[in-house]
């Protein structure tokens, strides 16, 4: 994409998570801290999946691909971040801010469709085990993925491509430690209506399809086990669903939390705290969540670890 528009502003500065010089340095850790584990974390439950043969499953597929988006996610946005808290002027390129928001906004929509994959790839074990190795072969586990990959991939040219188009004459100060669609939205001296209505098209368009998707799969799963009558079934299905839940719950929950309170002109602070739960705190903790709840990833770790010692 050429990152040409009518702009005066070549280059923008973000303004970071705080102004306030005390709470620098001690921040500054706190996100490096949260940066080694996510990218550890991640990195561990890449490599445990791909070492253990037991685990190439569809499930354990979708959520190599979930750590993996993850672990990208840290990659686009925290260093920069992190030099805002060591900086005077944390300044980035009019095309760097361009590719942040483009890769930032890729990997947020791909991800909101592998969890979407992934309570279908649930539905199936769940609701249809005997035709499950069928079902989600590997032709389909690829296909679903692309998607998710295909789509994300467009939604993100809709929001980048939108972002270009804008004029940037005065100011080139971002309120926030990202670029970010609203932010920036809010400093383009053009006529943004069109650009805002297209975004919340794009974003609406994600989220309703996804959650009706994710929404159907767990209310057929619900009635599966409302009809299973011993206590290890439903133990059985609660653990085979219950990190996906979480995962879920934590990603739309932050981000739909992030976007309502963004959306108005007096509240990009409070949005810019907000935000910090899906593009900080849930990577870090998906990789803990999906390996302290289930047993075959800690018998995959205990082994692992028994073959490094020997």
């Given at each position: 994409?050429?990152?040409e528009?009518?702009?005066l502003?070549?280059e923008?500065?973000l303004?970071?998570?705080t102004?306030?010089a005390?709470l620098q340095?001690?921040?500054?850790?706190l996100?490096l801290?949260?940066?080694v584990?996510?990218v550890m974390g991640?990195?561990?439950?890449?490599?445990?999946i791909?070492l253990n043969?037991?685990?190439?499953?569809p499930?354990?597929f979708?959520?190599v691909?979930?750590?993996?988006?993850?672990?990208?996610?840290?990659?686009?946005l925290t260093?920069?971040?992190?030099?805002?808290?060591?900086?005077e002027?944390n300044?980035?390129?009019?095309?760097g801010?361009m590719?942040?928001l483009f890769?930032?906004?890729?990997?947020?929509?791909?991800?909101?469709?592998v969890?979407?994959?992934m309570?279908y790839d649930r539905?199936?074990?769940i609701?249809?085990?005997?035709?499950?190795?069928?079902?989600m072969?590997?032709?389909?586990?690829f296909?679903l993925m692309f998607?998710s990959?295909?789509?994300?991939?467009?939604g993100?040219?809709?929001?980048?491509?939108?972002?270009?188009r804008?004029?940037f004459?005065d100011?080139?100060?971002?309120?926030?430690?990202?670029?970010?669609i609203f932010?920036?939205?809010q400093?383009?001296?053009?006529?943004?209506?069109?650009k805002?209505?297209v975004?919340?098209?794009v974003?609406?368009?994600v989220?309703i399809?996804?959650s009706f998707i994710?929404?159907i799969?767990?209310?057929?799963?619900?009635?599966?086990?409302l009809h299973?009558?011993?206590?290890?079934g439903w133990?059985?299905?609660f653990?085979?669903?219950?990190?996906?839940?979480i995962?879920?719950a934590?990603?739309?929950?932050s981000?739909l939390?992030t976007h309502?309170?963004?959306?108005?002109?007096?509240s990009?602070?409070?949005?810019?705290?907000?935000?910090?739960?899906?593009?900080h705190?849930?990577p870090?903790?998906?990789?803990?969540?999906y390996?302290?709840?289930?047993?075959?990833?800690k018998?995959?770790?205990?082994?692992t670890?028994?073959r490094?010692?020997?």
């Amino acid at each position: 994409m050429a990152m040409e528009n009518d702009s005066l502003v070549t280059e923008f500065i973000l303004v970071g998570f705080t102004d306030i010089a005390e709470l620098q340095l001690p921040l500054f850790f706190l996100f490096l801290m949260n940066y080694v584990v996510t990218v550890m974390g991640n990195l561990s439950l890449l490599n445990l999946i791909c070492l253990n043969s037991h685990l190439h499953t569809p499930m354990y597929f979708f959520i190599v691909n979930l750590s993996f988006i993850d672990l990208c996610h840290s990659f686009i946005l925290t260093p920069k971040m992190l030099m805002s808290f060591v900086s005077e002027k944390n300044i980035i390129s009019f095309a760097g801010c361009m590719s942040q928001l483009f890769f930032f906004c890729f990997f947020v929509h791909s991800e909101c469709y592998v969890l979407t994959a992934m309570a279908y790839d649930r539905y199936v074990a769940i609701c249809k085990p005997l035709l499950y190795t069928v079902t989600m072969s590997p032709e389909v586990c690829f296909l679903l993925m692309f998607s998710s990959y295909a789509m994300g991939f467009a939604g993100a040219m809709v929001h980048t491509g939108d972002m270009v188009r804008l004029s940037f004459c005065d100011s080139n100060i971002i309120n926030h430690y990202m670029c970010d669609i609203f932010p920036l939205l809010q400093l383009s001296c053009s006529n943004t209506y069109s650009k805002e209505l297209v975004d919340s098209i794009v974003v609406g368009t994600v989220v309703i399809i996804s959650s009706f998707i994710i929404f159907i799969s767990y209310a057929l799963i619900l009635s599966n086990i409302l009809h299973i009558s011993s206590n290890e079934g439903w133990s059985k299905a609660f653990s085979t669903c219950g990190s996906h839940i979480i995962t879920v719950a934590l990603f739309y929950g932050s981000g739909l939390f992030t976007h309502l309170k963004i959306s108005s002109v007096s509240s990009v602070s409070m949005g810019k705290f907000s935000s910090v739960f899906y593009t900080h705190v849930v990577p870090m903790l998906n990789p803990l969540i999906y390996s302290l709840r289930n047993k075959d990833v800690k018998h995959a770790l205990k082994k692992t670890l028994r073959r490094i010692a020997n």
